[in-house]
């Protein structure tokens, strides 16, 4: 098994290599406005410091979001395009389960990541391994209970959901945790039909969540003159 995993939904641009035992290489860089042309280099860079190759691959997984559009897609039509050419099963996985499972929690907490308009994309958690509901997309002020919060999304409403909540792990999803959440799970009986059927609680295709329309739109018809 060489699983390649990146994650693009947030201003984290990460890549990863995990041979079902390890990360064997790992690279992230935080911009977020060039997603596309920082996630071939990043996925290159990863797999030279492993002495892999592309043709090595054996699974391809990329973060689902949810995230704002354009840099989601960087990430899921590159997962596509890869897992095509090479001719292996490409695979999605929630960002917000990546993000939680990096942190290592072992009790209840929530994730949030920046959402944009003054709002977070959340997740509750039992623990590192179990999401018990969202994937959400609310204002800070509206998350529930008084749970411990992990990810950027907490970080920079502090003063609004309560700097005490917020936990000290990583604020971002490195796609290390995302490659070993994955690789838990493709040797399981069954994975590939349990996700094209849609009931596998952690895989799923390479294809966006999103929870709102994105901010582009088609400009609508013009309005009719009359005299």
């Known amino acids: 098994m060489l699983v390649l995993a990146f994650d693009t939904a947030t201003p984290a641009v990460t890549a990863a290599l995990h041979d079902g035992e390890r990360v064997l290489a790992e690279s992230a860089t935080i911009d977020a406005r060039r997603h596309g042309e920082l996630l071939v280099p990043t996925i290159e860079t990863v797999l030279r410091e492993a002495g892999a190759s592309l043709g090595d691959v054996t699974a391809v997984v990329a973060g689902s979001g949810p995230g704002p559009y354009t840099g989601l897609r960087v990430g899921l039509v590159t997962a596509q ?3 095509t050419s090479l001719g292996v099963p490409a695979y999605g996985v929630c960002t917000l389960d990546a993000l939680a499972y990096g942190s290592g929690l072992a009790e209840p907490f929530l994730v949030a990541t920046d959402a944009r308009r003054k709002e977070v994309f959340w997740g509750h958690y039992r623990d590192a391994r179990t999401r018990l509901s969202g994937p959400a997309v609310d204002r800070p002020q ?3 209970g008084e749970l411990p919060l992990a990810g950027a999304g907490a970080r ?7 700097a005490s909540r917020i936990l000290d792990v990583p604020e971002y999803p490195h796609a290390g945790a995302l490659a070993a959440l994955a690789a838990d799970h493709l040797g ?5 039909e349990a996700v094209a059927s849609g009931t596998h609680p952690v895989l799923g295709p390479p294809r966006p969540i999103y929870l709102r329309r994105p901010d582009a739109k088609v400009p609508s018809a013009p309005k009719r003159v009359t005299a």
């Open 188 to 192: 399981e009986p069954g994975v590939v």
């Open 81 to 83: 395009a890869l897992a």
């Open 156 to 162: 920079m409403y502090a003063e609004i959901v309560g």
């Open 142 to 144: 509206d998350l529930p």
